[in-house]
């Protein structure tokens, strides 16, 4: 069956091969791909001798909604969150793994506005989609896997030492302001719920963080906070984070001026932006796109302008 | 916290890291693993050039039943599933990645056997779990990818030729037979149950496939005639599937007769023990495990001694 064939069917008329057959029509392969999708596994070329890999879980009502989110949206999200761990390790994504449970009565075309939405993102960085798995369930699980590679050794989590500064990259706090828009009914600042829809990962930070010099890093998912919380925790040191550095872009303060919150909040706690947060020695120049935003000592924990925050800082996923 | 500390614990009460920290226990790291669990992704040293990947779900009430399968079972055929996949393609797993979608109502016990499970199956064949994600959905869903290695040319679905002989190696039927019986409520034959809770993939055959000469291979999941079709439609072959030369354990009979079901359906028609089918040119010594079962000719679709098939096939997933 060609797309158009299918408008207005779902899942369940369609079924798994004739859906695998449309979706993979998104999928262009890329010279390192020896065997895509199609067969039992995919056989990539690693010329590398190493692969960097990691697994998420998006699933509906909890990651994304479907009023809120188009499947296109929900793809472009589900490809930047797992390049955005590939890019925390200094790395680059090539390929990518994607599998879909969802009830038989989803319409084939956000099915397919999925895989339009992450073989874009994949796009941006070069990565092609090589396997995956359809299945049907009762809410929507997307299931992520990426692969990839990096130039020199892994920036982890664990290398950041007393003195370093601490630095981030990329926007932070817009998507989570998008989100408390759109969580009451409203569709602006419209730039905000862009973020949302779209995160845009700093791709290039990743790799610059690891040939730049960076002792750890890690991408903000779950907000900047508790970000930091896992790298202080990670290396066994405290951390600062100076709310006067932060960039507080003028429509958060809108946001949160319609919302009774704090706008530097959105900044502290929001995740969703996939920026990336990194520790340099202290005199090292910092690599394009980051900016120093608070500083590392011994001890442990995470403050705000030297004092513990008494705000939310994060989400737990139970 | 501590196992004993969890006892009776659910998802809800230990949170997303509790439980991380508690799985991670379960996963020993090979030599191959440089970076383990518990950063933004893994790192595998890959020595040879290339990696087979696949990725596959399980959703509870469709690829499992609480009530028919502890955490234990499904995390076995869940691994076992997977490296499957690798085995088809004539590789042996190194590493995979687990994620679990969950209530937040699901015992700790229940997703520490699941990792148990898991983990003694890819111990098998000396597999390493590398990673995975955890969060909180309405319904379990198990998603896994796998990554392997291949010896040689890995063996692909569409090399089958005319004149080929068709073979399996593994038990096939088995584990249909056993979920037949449990959904029947009943315990036994106790070996057909135990064989649909813990199938046991020939995980040497595949690897001595591909070193035997095979043209094709594809593993049985979806159902004997199933898998078949799908090697004869990538091959642009004829298959012919001789029920005189397939193995039916007595037990089948046993439960053939007490459901009124032709026991050379669960054979033709069962998926979960994850035999291999596979071609090898006629008058090739067939490896270790690999029995014939049928002739490959010009030609297209399956035939069961010369003629269609009128019973069940397999089973799509919409």
Redesign the interface.
Known sequence: MTSEQTAGHT??D????G?IAQLVAHFPQGEHV??GP????????????????????M?E???FRRVWASGYDVGRRAAAQNLS??N??G?RAH?L???L?AP?DLPVAWALELAKGFSEECALVGASV??????????I?V?V????A?AQA?V???GAAAGDVLAIAGRQGWAAGGLAVLGRGFRSPRVLVEAYRHPEPPYDAGPAAAAGGATA???ISDGLLAEAGHLAS?SGVAIDVRTAELEVPEPLHAVAAATGADPVSFVLGGGDDHALLATFPAGTPLPTGFRAIGTVAEGQGVTVDGAPYAGAAGW???
Do not use: Y
């Not at 369609?14 to 091969?17: S, T």
């Not at 199609?38 to 879980?57: E, I, N, P, T």
């Open positions: 899942l369940g369609v079924g798994e091969f859906l020896l065997v199609g067969d039992d596994a995919a056989l990539l070329r690693v010329k590398q001798g190493h692969v960097v890999v990691s697994s998420d879980l699933v009502g909890r990651h761990d590939i925390a390790m790395g390929s793994t994607i599998s449970a038989a090589v396997g995956g798995d359809i299945t049907r369930a009762e809410e699980v299931a896997t990426v692969l990839g990096v892994p982890l989590r664990n890093m890690i991408d990670a737990t996923h139970f």
